[in-house]
């Protein structure tokens, strides 16, 4: 699977923005779809994912309540409608994927070495 993620931009505190991750070459159905971020001199870090199957959704607790994953039905693409967007959101943002093998609870450690597929990243930043 190719990923392509887009929708990064500047954004002030308080503002929102919509990045997309389209998946090439093969569906994603059945994939589970996660999205990591890596600010400057900080480690990449699990943001959210998706169960497609199942539409099961999984938050980190920083963004939990604020960003929401999706799928749209009618195309291979999976969004991350991100609001109330503060200043320590900004990162580099990265879509990745695998066939879900399991339960997607078993996913929670947000461990980047079970993802097979990465796009490359997006910039978010935010600022006033």
């Known amino acids: 699977v190719q990923l392509q993620a887009s929708g990064g931009g500047l954004v002030q505190p308080g503002g929102s923005l919509r990045l997309s991750c389209e998946a090439s070459v093969f569906t994603l159905d059945y994939h589970l779809v996660a999205w990591f971020r890596q600010a400057p001199g900080k480690e990449r870090e699990g943001v959210s994912l998706?169960?497609?199957?199942?539409?099961?959704?999984l938050y980190a607790d920083s963004v939990r309540g604020r960003f929401t994953v999706f799928k749209d039905s009618d195309k291979n693409t999976v969004y991350l409608e991100m609001n109330s967007l503060k200043p320590e959101d900004t990162a580099v943002y990265y879509c990745a994927t695998v066939f879900l093998v399991g339960s997607p609870l078993d996913y929670r450690g947000w461990e980047e070495y079970e993802y097979d597929s990465w796009g490359q990243g997006t910039q978010v930043t935010v600022s006033s």
């Open positions: 998706l169960s497609i199957s199942d539409g099961i959704t």
